[in-house]
């Protein structure tokens, strides 16, 4: 359902934006705190629940600023966040690593409030694609249980606010919820081969600088 609303609203917007005379080229980099939500993924012995330490995202964003508060860019994004542990049954696996990974290509459909201001709040979102990578799951006794990736589907929403530093320079910094249609990916066969979809989605908060030309 957040798929839809999030793809309508970008359609919205990009149409709405479609006949305002263009105004400007910009872009951009950022980065920050990444906060990947729990997830779980089935072996051979049964599910594994696995949660994660706080991560880091950063990127680099480009695009078109229309003179209707419209603007349409495009996005490359690093996600990364290590295992804090893996538990199985509720039991806590000792020695448990790995990490998630993911690198996104988005394009972005955002809103500027109070344009003629320094300050301008933003929201928006996003589409495009995501390879998630399930680096090295496992325990120190089993290394490897999940070492695998895929690319599929993903969106995101966006809320921030820019301070305008000069006519060309702005800093900005935003809240992000993003989300990947569940990659497919399949266990070692150490531990069973089983194939199975494991969740993907984070909350971000990062700040970044923007150059207009």
């Known amino acids: 359902m957040f798929r839809k609303v999030m793809i309508w609203t970008i359609t919205t917007i990009a149409i709405g934006g479609a006949t305002a005379s263009a105004q400007e080229w910009y872009a951009g980099a950022f980065a920050g705190w990444n906060n990947t939500s729990d997830t779980e993924f ?50 806590i696996l000792d020695g448990s690593k790995g990490a998630a990974k993911s690198r996104s290509f988005m394009a972005n459909a955002l809103y ?32 490897d249980v999940l070492n695998d990736d895929d690319g599929v589907f993903a969106y995101q929403g966006i809320a921030g606010l820019s301070i305008g530093l000069s006519e060309r320079f702005d800093i900005f910094g935003e809240y992000r919820y993003f989300k990947a249609q569940d990659p497919s990916v399949t266990t070692s066969e150490a531990s069973g081969a089983v ?5 993907y989605q984070s909350q971000d908060f990062v700040l970044g600088l923007r150059l207009s030309f």
């Open 42 to 91: 089935e072996t051979a012995l049964g599910t594994i629940d696995t949660t994660f330490n706080k991560g880091a995202i950063w990127g680099l964003s480009g695009g078109y600023r229309l003179g209707n508060g419209v603007r349409l860019e495009g996005e490359v994004s690093w996600r990364d966040a290590d295992v804090d542990n893996h538990k199985l049954g509720g039991a």
């Open 112 to 143: 500027d409030f109070n344009r003629d201001g320094k300050v301008q709040p933003y929201i928006g979102g996003g589409i495009g694609w995501s390879k998630i990578d399930y680096d090295s799951f496992g325990v120190d006794a089993v290394p």
């Open 195 to 199: 194939k199975t979809d494991i969740g």
